[in-house]
Structure formats: structure tokens, C-alpha cells
């Protein structure tokens, strides 16, 4: 079994950046692929970006692609979230995941076996 802790939210300008983490502790996280969604009130939990174990791949919704950054630290066991350029349509809260593939499956929450209980993400405009 894999905890997972989010932290990080916060409210920022829009154009602003915010880092998020997450702090995995149980289980062997360091063999998971690890991801973020967000879910904004109202809507569907969305796929943001995703991580594969040992860190060599990435995946990027085309919505953030060139603005966020997903990378993870598998000796500390953390996944960090970097969010440049925020935009106000982007407040949402956001979740960190872990998959029990080292390699992340298809970009949709039934990929994902844990799941943090979210950190919240406010752009203001």
C-alpha cells in the first residue's frame, strides 16, 4: 500500500508558478510511475502529466506542454510538480497517483491504483 501526500497549493497571479510535491511513503513507490491530475468544481478529474519509474519518460497533456514539468526523486520519494504561467482556468485541486506499472498506462484515472487526497490550486485573475 502506497500514501501519498500533496503539498504545495496555493493561490497565485495569473502568469504565476507554483512547485507542488508529493511525498510517497509504503509500499515500493520508486517502482511506480507517478502522476498528476486535477479536477476543477464541476468537472472531471483530468490527466496533467505523468512520470515513469526510473524517470526517463514523460508525458505531458497538450495543454501544459512547455509550461509544467514532472520530475521525482525516487531516494527521497517524492514527485515534484513545477507549473509555470498559470492560468485562471487552471484552478483546480490537483492529485498526485501512483501506478503499480513502472511505465504510465493510458492518460485516465483507472490507471492509477493510489491517489493523494489533493492539494488546491487557485489563479487568480
Known amino acids: 500500500q502506497v500514501q501519498l501526500v500533496e503539498s504545495g497549493g496555493g493561490l497565485v497571479q495569473a502568469g504565476g508558478s507554483l512547485r507542488l510535491s508529493c511525498a510517497a511513503s509504503?509500499?515500493?513507490?520508486?517502482?511506480?510511475?507517478m502522476g498528476w491530475f486535477r479536477q476543477a468544481p464541476g468537472k472531471e478529474r483530468g490527466f496533467v502529466v505523468a512520470i515513469s519509474s526510473s524517470g526517463s519518460s514523460t508525458y505531458y497533456a497538450r495543454s501544459v506542454k512547455g509550461r509544467f514539468t514532472i520530475s521525482r526523486d525516487n531516494a527521497k520519494k517524492m514527485v515534484y510538480l513545477q507549473m509555470n504561467d498559470l492560468q485562471p482556468e487552471e484552478t483546480a485541486v490537483y492529485y498526485c497517483a501512483a501506478s503499480r506499472l513502472g511505465v504510465p498506462g493510458p492518460p485516465i484515472v483507472s490507471s492509477y491504483d493510489y491517489w493523494g487526497q489533493g492539494t488546491q490550486v487557485t489563479v487568480s485573475s
Open positions: 509504503g509500499g515500493t513507490s520508486s517502482s511506480y510511475a
